[in-house]
């Protein structure tokens, strides 16, 4: 059809479209969220956001089951969500085709840790393809639907945030048709209780065989002749990386990270004088190739972090390429709630009364910086509401109230069951759900709380307070959290009182309001004491004069949200523009 120029995650969603897949169905996370958003855009098909990437792979095992292809998109704590599912769906198999896209994150760019997601494939011996590009990722997803088909299973493709985001041109051609098929009952191979498991046990095996031989054989494992002694095996990104700093060297590039093509790969290394193994993160290709007895040369490959030709030069003890010097004097940038965020009044209020505060995933994690420094803990998605309940029943924050702050998005995801915990177990906690009607952190995606489907259409919204009294919980307040006043007297109120406890934070998200350019505020030189309060709210439009140490008010950042004013004794930050005035509510 054509050559177009597509970013990993974009040749994903297309190869998705062109292999027959009617539905995509995920959770969004960097750096997979814009695989589901590409998919949705095309003709013809269906996407939708799930609560949590476990439900979104149930439902995908569902559209499976009627022999309809399908995608599941997620990052790879993600599948640590769907990997109860994943796990005895490697035993039922498949009906129509299923491929789960899992988007790696080296060196945590917005990520809690780092995961190597080869290693599900041996752990539920289910396939894993890893594309080095865009052209490999296109061209993968649509082989991955057929081995998913054709030998009764789900396939794994492994991306990386480079792969995933990086552009590249991709030969595209057009859709092939697959259509559902009449359900037919068969409990035998759907319905894993142990007698018909261990059944299902033994075809998986023997699907492992023949897995092992399609990894022998197919034409998307390349061997690149070279000139060097050494041979080089990789697979993915970190073939990339390879081929840039040792581009005369032969070199075996692996489509599949599991099974691998052990034959192959000792052919190869037999005809080499030594073999170097290029990966990023777990030592996993070179650990499995000794596990089959072939050698393979120690280099120093760090196994934290991002790969990159510079590290890799250094690895094999080549010099590094002439750099330009950096830019001095740059100031820093570090990262900020924006301007206007309504989590700012909150982490703000809960400095104010002293309050231990167990945190989640979102954006609202950045209070945990300075100068709000208003978090204690982030683990995982939900996990603040449990973390939280624990603590609380330990006595170990002695007189200091412990409150647990979750997103609207990520209580849907995983705060539901932490909260029933609370009220069930009991314990002194007080949650604060902050509602911004969005998924923010990954781009302002749609989620049961918000009422927005994928599309951007209306759906039922999760009523929060409906919920938490549904769950128990006897007093559940609301407020909006960008009149400081009322926020911190109700956090003060809710934290004495004993029990659980839940306050909803309303108010939209920044970057969902049109704000007025003519709205802003500024210090009123004269008045301003240089106490810093203000400064400590942590708002990129508030810095401070380096001789006075007066607050000064960048009126390009400023959206007028007030919340600088409600703090300030000294009533010295003023309206600045005609449309710029302080609400009645807040005034």
Request: contains cysteine.
């Amino acid at each position: 059809m054509g050559r177009l120029l597509l970013s990993g995650n974009e040749a994903i969603a297309r190869a998705a479209w062109e292999a027959g897949a009617q539905v995509g169905v995920g959770y969004p996370g960097t750096p997979s969220t814009e695989v589901l958003e590409a998919f949705s855009c095309l003709e013809d098909v269906t996407a939708q956001w799930a609560p949590n990437e476990k439900v979104a792979l149930e439902v995908a095992a569902g559209i499976s089951l009627g022999g309809v292809r399908v995608l599941c998109a997620m990052k790879h704590v993600g599948m640590n969500v769907a990997a109860d599912a994943l796990m005895t769906l490697a035993y039922t198999g498949v009906v129509g085709g299923l491929v789960i896209l899992v988007a790696d994150d080296p060196g945590m760019h917005s990520s809690q840790n780092e995961q190597d997601s080869r290693r599900w494939g041996p752990f539920a011996k289910v396939p894993v393809f890893e594309p080095s590009d865009s052209a490999d990722a296109y061209a993968y997803v649509i082989e991955a639907f057929d081995v998913s088909e054709r030998f009764d299973t789900p396939v794994l493709v492994r991306s990386t945030t480079r792969v995933s985001h990086s552009k590249g041109l991709v030969e595209v051609g057009e859709r092939t048709e697959h259509g559902s098929v009449r359900y037919a009952k068969r409990a035998p191979k759907w319905v894993m209780m142990p007698a018909m498991a261990r059944a299902r046990r033994l075809d998986v095996e023997r699907r492992t065989a023949a897995l092992t031989e399609y990894a022998e054989k197919t034409p998307l494992t390349l061997e690149e002749p070279g000139v060097g002694a050494r041979g080089v095996l990789t697979a993915g990104v970190a073939y990339q990386f390879a081929r840039e700093v040792l581009p005369d060297a032969p070199m075996l590039k692996l489509a599949l990270s599991w099974p691998l093509p052990e034959h192959r790969i000792g052919a190869f290394a037999e005809a080499a004088r030594g073999l170097a193994v290029v990966e990023e993160l777990d030592p996993y290709l070179a650990s499995s190739v000794r596990s089959m007895g072939i050698a393979v040369d120690d280099v120093a490959i760090p196994r934290m972090g991002e790969l990159d030709p510079g590290r890799l030069r250094t690895a094999f003890g080549l010099p590094q390429p002439p750099t330009r010097d950096a830019i001095p004097d740059l100031p820093p940038r570090p990262p900020m709630l924006c301007p206007g965020c309504p989590h700012r009044g909150v982490f703000a209020a809960l400095r104010s009364i002293g309050a231990v505060v167990t945190g989640d995933i979102g954006c609202y994690t950045l209070a945990a910086l300075a100068p709000l420094s208003a978090m204690d803990t982030c683990v995982c998605m939900g996990a603040s509401i449990g973390m939280g309940s624990g603590l609380a029943q330990t006595g170990a924050a002695g007189d200091r109230p412990v409150v647990a702050v979750i997103g609207d998005s990520t209580f849907a995801h995983s705060g539901l069951t932490g909260l029933l915990n609370a009220v069930y177990n009991g314990g002194d906690v007080t949650v604060v759900i902050l509602d911004n009607r969005t998924t923010a952190m990954t781009g302002r995606q749609g989620n049961p709380v918000s009422g927005m489907l994928l599309d951007g259409t209306p759906a039922p919204a999760l009523d929060l307070e409906a919920a938490a009294r549904a769950l128990g919980v006897s007093s559940v307040v609301r407020l909006n959290p960008m009149n400081l006043r009322r926020t911190e007297k109700v956090l003060r109120e809710e934290t004495d009182r004993p029990g659980v406890s839940v306050v909803i934070a309303e108010s939209p998200c920044a970057l969902l309001v049109r704000h007025d350019p003519d709205a802003s505020f500024a210090v009123a030189m004269e008045a301003c004491t240089a106490c810093g309060v203000c400064v400590e709210l942590g708002c990129p439009a508030i810095t401070k004069e380096a001789s006075s140490g007066k607050a000064i008010i960048d009126a390009a950042l400023c959206v007028a949200c007030t919340h600088c004013v409600q703090i300030c004794a000294d009533r010295a930050i003023k309206p600045a523009g005609p449309a710029c005035a302080l609400p009645e509510a807040i005034a």
